[in-house]
């Protein structure tokens, strides 16, 4: 829906004649353009690429005229891109960052929320450190990247720059209630496309596989779902991070009919997600859920409560049939990941005493990981040779941070968390004076989103993978500015009650 004439950008026709004909050859040169470029389209692609063409320039003029109006729109096809999708149209320049729809739709967005900012002002609101520490960051991996590893800047675009971008449109863009509302419907939508295609990828039902590519890109993950990612670990998180929101569906429906479908989506998606064989994401949800319920105790403790007695008792049933699952006892008993992780961790550890202040550079763990690595001896846990997992990656965000980033790069990562934790507590305890629907309902799923996120980040390093840092930071603005409209509320409300 759009908003009322009133609160629409005017579009002021030109004044004066020198005016209206500036208009009128603008107009005629950018017909010009669209046939010349039409006319060799036709030439190089025939008509099947003119077209193809033609709906294209009709999507960007509808697109360009929905932005204006409602850019939020723009953002939540944005959310679909970076979701896993960019892999559908996925254009590899060397050197340079990819042609993807993610990266296209997020300069459409900037040049949109500009020309609507020209329309119609918006001016930045406290609290502004965050959003300091967010630019800072971003600009000093930027320099790290172009210092120490230039070739990495692709990488830099997807792991950096789009969460930066996230933050600013959750803060700016996405905090009213309403848009967040329908952020969560199409998130929930997403989140049951990647449960079905867990459940059917592990039970080989091809057809329901889409895009087949899921099928036929080569990996190393045997016997594990792993999605429109392709990458288990990815897709186990990513499926817990929404799981809080069909939680927070299926406990605020109102009739049982509802209720009932989304305790089906609800468990489709756990099934997807135990199909994975992430144990990271299986810990970091379950991790998640716990903190839902801690914020939420007035409204969903004893739901939550319930139902995660009837899930242990599901999951330790549906454990014990498949215990002769041989890939299912692996996972769960292997301890050689372990071991790879507590190199992994000691190897970043000896890079940070190396390089304490600005770290090895951006990206540069695989390049410089054989001239750190050595022979263990852990107190209790024993000896752990340096031939365990010897090509093994990084596999978290916060040890490997601190090798690559350094203390400078770590500590303004450490100020955005701390931040966001203190906008999560000053928003729950504003309820107490305010008592609305955000800070009773919608804080505790985001709260347990963010969890989620820190939590599987201690096992698992997904840095360098949008989908899951550009959620984050989106929700992660959202809250922030969630609390300074709470604590402006919870100030004029202290101001009128002390007044005589």
């Not at 502004?128 to 967010?134: R, S, T």
């Not at 050595?374 to 340096?386: A, S």
Request: glycine letters at 8%.
């Amino acid at each position: 829906m759009f908003r009322a004439a009133t609160d629409s950008p005017r579009i002021v026709a030109p004044a004066g004649r020198g005016a209206g004909v500036l208009y009128g050859l603008s107009l005629l040169a950018v017909s010009a353009l669209v046939y010349v470029i039409g006319l060799r389209v036709f030439q190089i692609y025939d008509l099947q690429g003119l077209t193809i063409f033609a709906a294209g320039l009709f999507l960007f003029f509808v697109m360009a005229i929905i932005s204006i109006q409602r850019i939020e729109i723009a953002i939540l096809v944005w959310v679909v891109s970076i979701s896993g999708f960019r892999t559908i149209l996925l254009v590899d320049l060397p050197g340079l960052p990819d042609f993807t729809p993610d990266r296209l739709l997020l300069i459409w967005v900037i040049c949109a929320g500009i020309l609507r900012s020209l329309a119609r002002p918006r001016p930045a609101f406290p609290p502004y450190l965050p959003d300091f520490l967010v630019i800072a960051h971003t600009l000093y991996l930027l320099g790290s990247c172009l210092t120490a590893n230039p070739e990495a800047f692709n990488m830099w675009t997807r792991s950096y720059l789009m969460p930066a971008a996230g933050y600013f449109f959750g803060k700016y863009l996405m905090s009213d209630v309403r848009w967040f509302q329908r952020l969560v419907y199409l998130l929930v939508a997403i989140n049951l496309y990647m449960g079905l295609t867990s459940v059917a990828q592990h039970f080989h039902w091809n057809a329901l596989v889409w895009p087949k590519t899921i099928l036929t890109t080569q990996h190393s993950f045997i016997n594990r779902s792993v999605g429109i990612f392709i990458q288990p670990g990815v897709l186990g998180i990513f499926i817990g991070m929404v799981l809080p929101f069909q939680f927070y569906l299926h406990l605020t429906a109102r009739s049982l009919v509802a209720r009932v479908l989304h305790m089906g989506g609800i468990l489709l998606c756990m099934a997807g997600l135990l199909f994975t064989y992430t144990r990271s994401g299986w810990l970091a949800t379950g991790v998640g859920l716990l903190v839902m319920a801690a914020l939420g105790h007035r409204v969903y403790m004893r739901r939550l409560a319930i139902y995660g007695v009837v899930t242990v008792v599901i999951m330790g049933t549906g454990l014990l049939s498949l215990k002769q699952d041989a890939f299912l006892q692996e996972r769960l008993e292997t301890e050689s990941t372990i071991e790879g992780r507590i190199n992994v961790a000691a190897t970043s550890y000896h890079m940070w005493k190396s390089h304490p202040l600005l770290g090895i550079g951006f990206r540069r763990f695989n390049d410089l990981a054989a001239d750190y690595r050595e022979t263990l001896e852990v107190p209790i846990y024993g000896l752990i040779k340096v031939s365990i997992d010897p090509n093994s990656t990084t596999h978290d965000i916060y040890i490997s941070v601190l090798a690559e980033e350094g203390i400078v790069g770590a500590a303004l990562q450490a100020g955005i968390y701390i931040l966001i934790f203190r906008a999560l507590l000053l928003t729950y305890r504003a309820r107490k004076h305010t008592g609305d629907i955000v800070s009773l309902y919608f804080l505790p799923p985001v709260g347990a989103t963010l969890a989620t996120y820190i939590i599987g980040g201690g096992t698992f390093d997904y840095r360098f993978f949008e989908s899951l840092n550009s959620h984050f930071y989106l929700f992660a603005g959202v809250l922030i500015a969630w609390s300074a409209n709470r604590v402006t509320s919870v100030k004029t409300a202290s101001v009128s009650s002390a007044s005589p």
